[in-house]
């Protein structure tokens, strides 16, 4: 049986951008806090980056807003541009640093060639989404473990995680499907980039692991 989720009126939809942004304003303004007080530069490096981080963070959750309103208007465009996948992927886990708390990070890719044909930063919030949904539903002390491999002329990444699962796998990607009360936009719109470059996504779940991977085209040149 499907589950029907309501479009959320204009005041539930802000209560949950605050509620999403709420972590990392919160993260920002410790980290500075002990900026203040820290002469060690390897440990004011450290905090800058989480610093950073959380602005990535913040700064993908108004992507996604803005991503929305471009899909519903229909006039996201996409720019295609020639760039390897790998060194996108390595660049989100960089980025998201700061979210994954004592979760490892480990990322198995053993193509040289990795050239796809695509908007690279469309792709970029596919993967940042799948990243920070990997982080914020991974148990402490656990690994996230990241795959890029190529079959049948694709490229396929799959990130997985190991937490709680997902229940119902099948919906996570629909618009407003959340269970903690926030805008829930990431993977709608992972979906929808995806499918604009000819691409499919999915999730499975089992257990106590949850595993979401997208394939893409392969274009060599």
């Given at each position: 049986?499907?589950?029907?989720?309501?479009e959320p009126t204009p005041t539930e939809f802000l209560a949950m951008v605050a509620h999403?942004?709420?972590s990392p304003i919160n993260a920002e303004i410790l980290a500075l806090k002990q900026l203040r007080n820290i002469e060690d530069m390897s440990k004011r490096t450290e905090l800058i980056n989480e610093i950073?981080?959380?602005?990535?963070?913040?700064?993908?959750?108004?992507?996604?807003i803005l991503g929305k309103y471009k899909l519903e208007t229909g006039i996201l465009t996409l720019r295609r541009s020639?760039?390897?996948?790998?060194s996108l992927v390595s660049e989100c886990i960089d980025e998201t640093r700061c979210l994954l708390d004592s979760k490892t990070?480990?990322?198995d890719c053993k193509l040289k060639n990795v050239n796809i044909n695509a908007d690279y930063f469309e792709i970029k919030r596919v993967v940042y989404n799948l990243l920070v949904n990997a982080a914020e539903h991974a148990k402490k002390d656990t690994k996230i473990e990241i795959k890029l491999h190529k079959k049948w002329g694709?490229?396929?990444?799959?990130?997985?995680?190991y937490g709680r699962g997902i229940e119902n796998p099948e919906e996570i990607f629909n618009q407003n499907f959340s269970?903690?009360?926030?805008?829930?936009?990431?993977?709608y719109i992972s979906k929808?980039?995806?499918?604009?470059?000819?691409?499919?996504?999915?999730?499975?779940?089992?257990?106590?692991?949850?595993?979401?991977?997208?394939?893409?085209p392969a274009y060599q040149h």
């Amino acid at each position: 049986m499907n589950t029907i989720y309501a479009e959320p009126t204009p005041t539930e939809f802000l209560a949950m951008v605050a509620h999403d942004l709420k972590s990392p304003i919160n993260a920002e303004i410790l980290a500075l806090k002990q900026l203040r007080n820290i002469e060690d530069m390897s440990k004011r490096t450290e905090l800058i980056n989480e610093i950073i981080g959380a602005a990535n963070y913040m700064k993908n959750l108004v992507d996604n807003i803005l991503g929305k309103y471009k899909l519903e208007t229909g006039i996201l465009t996409l720019r295609r541009s020639d760039f390897c996948l790998k060194s996108l992927v390595s660049e989100c886990i960089d980025e998201t640093r700061c979210l994954l708390d004592s979760k490892t990070v480990v990322f198995d890719c053993k193509l040289k060639n990795v050239n796809i044909n695509a908007d690279y930063f469309e792709i970029k919030r596919v993967v940042y989404n799948l990243l920070v949904n990997a982080a914020e539903h991974a148990k402490k002390d656990t690994k996230i473990e990241i795959k890029l491999h190529k079959k049948w002329g694709n490229f396929t990444l799959s990130i997985k995680n190991y937490g709680r699962g997902i229940e119902n796998p099948e919906e996570i990607f629909n618009q407003n499907f959340s269970k903690r009360g926030s805008t829930g936009l990431g993977l709608y719109i992972s979906k929808r980039v995806i499918n604009a470059h000819d691409g499919t996504i999915n999730a499975k779940s089992r257990g106590k692991w949850a595993r979401l991977s997208f394939t893409l085209p392969a274009y060599q040149h």
